[in-house]
């Protein structure tokens, strides 16, 4: 009936399979390399106050979420998936709606986002973050995703080494990909549409 006992009561190589339902569990945080999916979309709500998950491990997987509703802060950037200081994860499958940043990976490696839905709003720059916000990264790998409505569709900051290939980023109020600070890195196979411009490499080489 709920999801943290699971969490607490699995061991690392674990799998914690949710069953479909309605959340509400406020932040929920992983700290051991399990494999955390959901079956046919169970819905996680951050009733508009909380990051929804923050995982801080190694070798974890994040998958088949509805994930709503994060809370909005000038001070903190919070998300609907927020994945700190991991080597090989990987957020896939999952759906995200209405969250102030939405997939956000820091200070990681190797870790991959692929095939999310991320839909969010956003009315003014100042007031939304990003779709896919990579900080601090080397070789990640951001792929097959559908983003709309947010600050930048998917934003580098820091980032080496890393693909972002087959996404399709529209309706953004920004860039619909974009990079600060962020070398040695590949796009290809993309669809920008109806952003504020598809494409903005700043302070970057070989990209």
Not at 6 to 24: E, Q, S
Not at 55 to 72: H, M, P, T, Y
Request: neutral net charge; aromatic residues 8%; charged residues 20%.
């Amino acid at each position: 009936k709920t999801i943290k006992p699971g969490i607490d009561a699995a061991k690392p190589g674990d799998t914690v399979l949710v069953d479909k339902g309605h959340y509400r569990e406020k932040n929920l945080i992983i700290r051991k390399a399990i494999v955390l999916s959901g079956i046919n979309y169970p819905v996680l709500d951050g009733e508009n106050k909380y990051e929804v998950i923050s995982a801080i491990a190694d070798n974890l997987i994040i998958e088949g979420f509805k994930v709503i509703n994060s809370g909005i802060s000038g001070m903190e950037d919070l998300s609907g998936i927020r994945v700190y200081d991991s080597r090989n994860a990987t957020v896939r499958n999952n759906i995200l709606e209405n969250t102030f940043f939405g997939i956000y990976i820091q200070n990681s490696i190797n870790c991959r986002v692929e095939n999310n839905r991320l839909t969010a709003s956003a009315g003014e720059e100042q007031q939304s973050g990003n779709g896919i916000h990579c900080w601090k990264g080397d070789s990640l790998r951001i792929s097959g995703n559908q983003i709309q409505g947010h600050r930048d569709g998917i934003y580098f900051e820091f980032v080496t080494n890393s693909v972002v290939e087959r996404n399709a980023a529209r309706n953004n109020l920004r860039y619909g990909l974009h990079f600060m600070f962020s070398n040695d890195d590949i796009y290809t196979g993309n669809t920008f549409r109806n952003n504020g411009s598809g494409v903005s490499v700043m302070f970057s080489k070989k990209i």
